[in-house]
């Protein structure tokens, strides 16, 4: 079997296997009374099963470890190993949490003890100096919790993801490093065949087991892309700019406000909308354009011109922060004018 044919066979089963348990989990999420119920921190109208993102976790498992474990630039067989059991641990107290609700602590441990194993194993086998071991636990631990707080609304997260892995795959390919490639369209499937069931209006919500091991995916390929091809980090920081601008201009802001930063809420720019009354699909759809018209296209231009990327990254995220602002500004005023009357404006 080819490259190709076996690649088209990785995602494809990816794809199915992520349907199937993410419909399946429908009836077990109603079984279990795993219902994420309306209210005022809540963007949609209608008791909703959650748990749905044990399918793209299982789906992703499949297709990056046949991708990492089988094909070279894939990594040492304890790289794959360690990748295998910290994104798993990561899904599995998802899991856990989506069944019962869990204070922060065991949430944070686990994340930070699997971006360790993770880490660990990455920088012994490649020889690296240990002060990234710090650093590393701490940005998957952002992009987890990242990945959570901007699966706010329906079909969102899964859109990125097809997006990202699409985009990530693709840049892996142009720097001939075919096993994080064929890992990355994997995401892109899995997260495709769970979009099926979360499209507006959602049947099922993707879950912490799915937001929590979606961040600890795009943190994880991003970082085996990198120790192989360092200057490939400017066009990945690129691709992932909507989500990391709002997500992060919105905790900046929330801690300038004295607020309780890591508190439920509603003020992440995609919420803003929908409360101004966009449908879910049409917000989802402006992030994607963003991706598209911008994200993208200079993702592309740093790939092939890598001395620029640090000065693409940093005017590309000074005019999503700025575009963040003016956004919110707007958003802001028209929400007042709606709610005026009910006496609890964020």
Not at 10 to 36: E, N, P, Q, T
Request: charged share 10%; hydrophobic share 60%; aromatic share 12%.
């Amino acid at each position: 079997m080819t490259v190709l044919a076996a690649a088209v066979v990785a995602c494809g089963m990816a794809f199915a296997l992520s349907a199937l348990l993410a419909w399946a989990a429908i009836a077990y999420a109603h079984r279990r009374g795993m219902l994420d119920q309306p209210g005022f921190r809540r963007s949609h109208h209608a008791p909703t099963p959650r748990g749905g993102g044990i399918g793209l976790v299982a789906g992703t498992l499949l297709a990056a470890t046949m991708a990492l474990g089988a094909w070279p630039g894939g990594g040492n067989p304890w790289v794959v190993a360690a990748w295998g059991i910290a994104a798993a641990a990561v899904a599995a107290i998802g899991w856990i949490d989506d069944h019962r609700a869990l204070s922060v602590l065991p949430r944070l441990l686990t994340q930070l003890l699997a971006a360790t194993v993770f880490a660990v194993a990455v920088i012994h086998v490649r020889h690296m100096a240990w002060a990234w071991l710090p650093l590393w636990v701490l940005l998957a631990a952002w992009s987890i919790n990242l990945h959570n707080f901007m699966d706010g609304i329906d079909a969102i997260l899964g859109l990125q993801l097809v997006y990202f892995g699409v985009g990530l795959g693709a840049l892996a390919l142009y720097e001939s490093q075919v096993a994080v490639a064929v890992a990355a369209f994997g995401l892109a499937a899995a997260a495709s065949g769970f979009l099926l069931f979360n499209w507006p209006p959602a049947r099922i919500f993707m879950g912490d087991v799915g937001s929590g091991f979606a961040g600890f995916a795009v943190f994880s390929l991003v970082v085996l892309l990198c120790v192989r091809v360092r200057l490939a980090l400017w066009p990945a920081l690129l691709l992932c700019s909507a989500f990391v601008a709002d997500a992060g201009c919105t905790l900046i802001w929330r801690m300038i406000c004295g607020k309780q930063w890591y508190s439920a809420h509603r003020e992440h720019l995609y919420q803003w909308l929908v409360r101004c009354g966009w449908t879910h699909a049409r917000t989802g759809m402006l992030y994607m354009l963003w991706n598209l018209l911008f994200a993208a296209p200079l993702a592309l231009w740093a790939a092939c011109r890598p001395e620029i990327g640090p000065w693409l990254c940093l005017g590309l995220y000074i005019m999503a922060a700025l575009t963040w602002w003016r956004a919110r500004g707007a958003c802001l005023a028209k929400v007042r004018v709606k709610e005026r009357g009910k006496g609890h404006v964020a």
